[in-house]
């Protein structure tokens, strides 16, 4: 096996950020829609790479979850389609902010700047390839990826694609770059690159990211662990309300935004619950019920007890929890408990109820009669995201171009001097 010299990738990554950060907006948007065009052609090579990582991943025993997560089939044109609108979207390095003169007759200004290099770490998602280096190049970042193990030949083949595009495009292909290696060793020695990484961001499972946060030492960015709740508020169109619960739950349920928990108000159980079931059932979904919910579900099939752990479950499958609630009191305390700050919401036609949900749930994204599914850089205008973050400084939510950027004070005087 190749051993990879990740100090000099650090290196070679460094100075491809100096250069890309000063790149004009229109080389960055030339070479996105050079980008689109390049995936376009190579489409069936990519695709006969991507099946190649199914097989094998399919042969190592992987879950539905992640087979989902690696597949590429049927998604190629939509991620082209991200990155055509990225390059479509305002640049905002170099963006000037927040001026103001002091009483001295200095001018000051914050002037937004890329990050740098960010290093990013995930696994089984090979469209996080093409979405990062959408963003990254779009803001003059500079990237170093890791992928998982499942999913190297589509990694090996896009980058190889992104690099040769890059170059043709008169920009330095070191602007991204590929850890090629299953070897976890990488990893370790990865989140000690301070020196050459600005931004470490896994994207992956909960131990992934736990490792990142107590091994770093660079600032790290997590999310995309999802525990996501609705509330069945009791005043709400339950008929309205059942479409938004099936989609947030079946749309995509190996995703992190859908549906692991729905909390109903106990005045319209008896009635909500069992419609609940009969539309999600069609689709094959299990429902975990409390000891109250389970007495509404007249024996059916397809639901079985809750365990405790069962709300701190992030079912990425067709899996539901259902909990009845005596109030929204109850509900927020339950989802204070018991979520991960990703996406919740609640359902109701009461406006003041929504205003208090809104208000009492701390998440990165709440919702008002929509579904959790929304919860996506794309479906929020941003053209693709390199995460969706959880935390609470620097971002939140659905990291998009400007999510990348820093900013420098910029002042100017006249030849000041301080007194």
């Given at each position: 096996m190749t051993t990879i010299n990740l100090n000099q990738i650090g290196k070679d990554s460094k100075e491809a950020s100096r250069l890309?950060?000063?790149?004009?907006?229109?080389?960055?948007?030339?070479?996105?829609?050079?980008?689109a065009r390049s995936l376009g052609d190579k489409?069936?090579?990519i695709l006969v790479a991507n099946s190649k990582d199914l097989r094998l991943a399919k042969e190592k025993g992987l879950s539905g979850a992640l087979l989902d997560r690696l597949s590429l089939q049927n998604r190629l044109e939509e991620i082209i389609k991200d990155v055509l609108h990225v390059e479509e979207l305002p640049d905002p390095v170099?963006?000037?902010?927040?001026?103001?003169v002091l009483p001295n007759g200095l001018k000051l200004a914050k002037h937004r700047?890329?990050?740098?290099?960010?290093g990013v770490i995930?696994?089984?998602?090979?469209?996080?390839?093409v979405d990062i280096t959408s963003l990254a190049l779009k803001t003059g970042n500079a990237v170093i990826l890791r992928g998982g193990s499942e999913t190297l030949n589509t990694n090996t083949l896009l980058v190889q694609i992104i690099q040769q595009t890059l170059e043709q495009s008169d920009l330095p292909p070191n602007a991204v770059q590929l850890i090629a290696s299953p070897d976890r060793s990488y990893v370790q020695e990865m989140v000690k690159m301070d020196r050459y990484i600005d931004m470490l961001i896994p994207r992956g499972g909960t131990a992934l990211q736990?490792?990142?946060k107590m091994n770093s030492t660079i600032p790290v960015i997590t999310g995309g662990v999802g525990i996501c709740h609705l509330y069945l508020d009791e005043e709400v169109d339950l008929e309205a309300a059942l479409p938004v619960i099936f989609n947030a739950k079946v749309q995509r349920p190996a995703a992190c935004n859908a549906l692991d928990t729905l909390l109903v108000h106990e005045k319209i159980a008896s009635k909500a619950i069992p419609k609940v079931i009969e539309k999600l059932q069609t689709a094959g979904v299990e429902f975990h019920l409390d000891p109250t919910a389970l007495k509404l579900a007249a024996n059916n099939a397809n639901c079985i007890p809750a365990k405790d752990a069962d709300w701190d479950t992030e079912w990425l499958s067709l899996s539901l929890g259902i909990k009845v609630v005596s109030e929204m009191k109850t509900a927020l305390h339950h989802i204070a408990e018991h979520s991960m700050s990703h996406s919740d919401g609640i359902l109701t036609s009461n406006k003041e109820h929504a205003k208090q949900f809104v208000a009492g749930v701390d998440s990165a994204c709440v919702y008002v009669n929509a579904s959790t599914r929304f919860t996506d850089g794309g479906q929020f205008g941003l053209g693709?995201?390199?995460a969706v973050t959880t935390q609470k400084l620097h971002a939140r939510g659905p990291m998009g171009l400007k999510e990348l950027t820093t900013y420098k004070w910029v002042i100017e005087g006249e030849y000041h001097v301080r007194s």
């Open positions: 890309f950060g000063v790149a004009s907006t229109q080389a960055k948007n030339a070479f996105l829609h050079a980008l489409k069936e090579a170099g963006e000037i902010f927040e001026t103001r700047t890329p990050l740098g290099v960010l995930y696994e089984a998602r090979p469209n996080v390839t736990e490792y990142c693709a995201e390199v």
